[in-house]
C-alpha cells in the first residue's frame, strides 16, 4: 500500500520510504534516511543522518533523530549512523544523536518507549524493550541492556552500563554500573534491591526471582569483597542462567558497581 505523506512534508528524493507510512505535515527527511513499512510520523519530525527506521515505529511531534552528535570530538567529515529497531514509540521532543568517531552507530532495539524530552546521547546501545520515562537522559556511550526502565528525569554518566531488566529510579543521577534484574536509586544512585516487579512482568518464576534475590545479599549484604562474593555465587548457583548473567556483568565492568553503601568497596 502506498505511504500517506502530506504536502507540507519536506522529503529528500533520494530517502527510502517503506510501504504504508503515514507523514504528517512539516516533516523533514533527509537523503540517508530509510524509514521501514508502516511507520507514522505525527508531525514536524526531523529525521537526518544517515539513519534507519525499523517498520511499525511511532514517532510524535519535534522529535530528532540521527542529527550530529553533540560532542565537540566530531570531526567533520566523519561518516556515522543511527538505528532504531521495530514498533518503538518515540514521543514528543525525543532526541537521538549519531556516533561520534567516524563508522560508529547508535542504536536503539525493537518495542522500546522513548517518552517526551528523552535524550540517547551518541554511540548509546539500548536494547529491546526498553522504556526511557519523560527527561530521562543517557550520555554518550551508555548501554542499556534489554528490559530495563529508566525512570522520569534520570541521567546516566556516559560509558554507563545497565544491565538486563534493571530499573533506575525517577531523578536518579548514576555515574557507575547497575547489575542485571536489580533497582538503583538516588543521587548518586546505588543498588537498593532487586526488580522483583519488573522480572513478574516477564513471566520469569517466582524460584527463579528469589534465587536472584539471594544473589543479591550475598553480594552486598554478606560482607564479602567481590571476588569472594563471585566464587560464592559459583559454589551456590553454578548452572543458573540469571546469577550467570550477574557474575558476567560484573566480569565486564569498567566503570565499577554502584554499591549500596554497606558493602565493601572492592
Known amino acids: 500500500m502506498a505511504s500517506e505523506i502530506h504536502p507540507l512534508a519536506a522529503i529528500h528524493p533520494e530517502a527510502r520510504i517503506g510501504e504504508n507510512c503515514r507523514i504528517g505535515p ?4 533527509g537523503p540517508h534516511v530509510e524509514l521501514g513499512d508502516a511507520c507514522r510520523l505525527h508531525s514536524h519530525v526531523v529525521l537526518d543522518g544517515r539513519t534507519t527506521i525499523g517498520p511499525a515505529c511511532d514517532i510524535y511531534p519535534f522529535a530528532s533523530i540521527g542529527l550530529q552528535s553533540q560532542d565537540l570530538k566530531f570531526k567533520p567529515g566523519n561518516v556515522t549512523y543511527t538505528h532504531i529497531g521495530s514498533h518503538t514509540i518515540i514521543r514528543e ?5 549519531s556516533g561520534t568517531e567516524d563508522g560508529s552507530n547508535t542504536a536503539i532495539g525493537d518495542h ?21 520515562s519523560h527527561g530521562a537522559t543517557l550520555g554518550g556511550h551508555a548501554v542499556i541492556e534489554d528490559y530495563c526502565n529508566l525512570g522520569g528525569l534520570s541521567a546516566v554518566h556516559q560509558y554507563v552500563r545497565i544491565g538486563e531488566n534493571a530499573m533506575l529510579a525517577g531523578m536518579a543521577r548514576l555515574v557507575q ?23 513478574g512482568r516477564r513471566n520469569i518464576p517466582p524460584q527463579e526471582i528469589n534465587q ?9 549484604k554478606k560482607g564479602l569483597r567481590l571476588e569472594e562474593a563471585i566464587e560464592h555465587l559459583h559454589r551456590e548457583f553454578p548452572e543458573h542462567k540469571l546469577v550467570g548473567a550477574m557474575i558476567d556483568f560484573i566480569r565486564r565492568s569498567e566503570r565499577g558497581l554502584a554499591r549500596p553503601p554497606s558493602s565493601p568497596t572492592r
Open 212 to 220: 536472584v534475590h539471594r544473589a543479591f545479599r550475598i553480594i552486598f
Open 112 to 132: 522500546c518507549a522513548l517518552l517526551a524530552l528523552s535524550h540517547v546521547g551518541h554511540n548509546c546501545q539500548v536494547g529491546h524493550h526498553v522504556i526511557l
Open 177 to 199: 554500573d547497575v547489575l542485571p534484574f536489580t533497582i538503583a536509586e538516588g543521587a548518586p544512585a546505588v543498588m537498593r534491591s532487586i526488580n522483583k516487579i519488573g522480572m
Open 26 to 29: 512539516f516533516c523533514s527527511i
Open 93 to 97: 521532543h525525543v532526541t537521538i544523536h
